[in-house]
């Protein structure tokens, strides 16, 4: 619905594509200030380039410790406040786990738990001074299901629902929200790396979301009253089997 974040200014991480991509064109929608952090600045420019001054492209590669850092100062100087994080940046390593690359797996759960961590443990000080805020991550449906051909990417999104829920519980007596999106398969480039048979069943058979969907969840969490806090939201297509 417009307007509805009228004031807010909201991050969102892996902003150049996929749900991260919709969900700040959600937020934009909305009547939000959206800060779009990416490591494609080709993408980001042409992106914000789109919705004038309300979309402001952050050039960060989040697996670089000096640049994760710098998130929150850079956000502040270019917006000067912070209400809602969306922590949606990941990747994905699926198959076998005899044929995972380590660094591959190193990558994964950096971006996936320890980047996601980081990205939280800097904002809360802003958000606790203010004594209000958001903060939504995107988990999978693999959080909550041990999906036996992605063993990696499924571990690194169990690792970060607990993370989620036990952080929630530390601060939302500061006026602070914290929840997760729990999606099935979405169409994205994340899930290129699936079973060839898997996906051409998933296709097949319609069981895939569109990012937009997820993106409207976000959104429903975000609006709710002050009072009330979605903690997890699981999403299915609907003829997706597990």
Known sequence: ???????????????????????????????????????????????CGGHGSSALPLVLDLLDPVACAALLPRVLEAAGRLDILHANAGSYVGGDLIDAESAAIDRMLNLNVNVVMKNVHDVL?????????????????????????????????WAINCFVQTVRRQVFKHGIRVGSISPGPVITALIADWPAEKLAEAKASGSLLDTAEVAEVVLFMLTRPRGMTIRDVVMLPTNFDL
Do not use: C
């Open 125 to 157: 000080p802003h958000m606790i001074e203010r004594g209000s805020g958001d903060i939504i991550v995107t988990s999978s449906l693999a959080a909550h299901f041990p999906t036996p051909w992605e063993p990696v990417y499924a571990s690194s999104k």
């Open 1 to 47: 619905m417009a307007n509805e974040l009228d004031g807010k200014v909201a991050v969102v991480t892996g902003a150049a594509s996929g749900i991260g991509l919709a969900s700040a064109e959600a937020m934009l929608a909305a009547g939000a200030r959206v800060v779009l952090v990416d490591r494609d600045q080709a993408a980001l420019e042409r992106i």
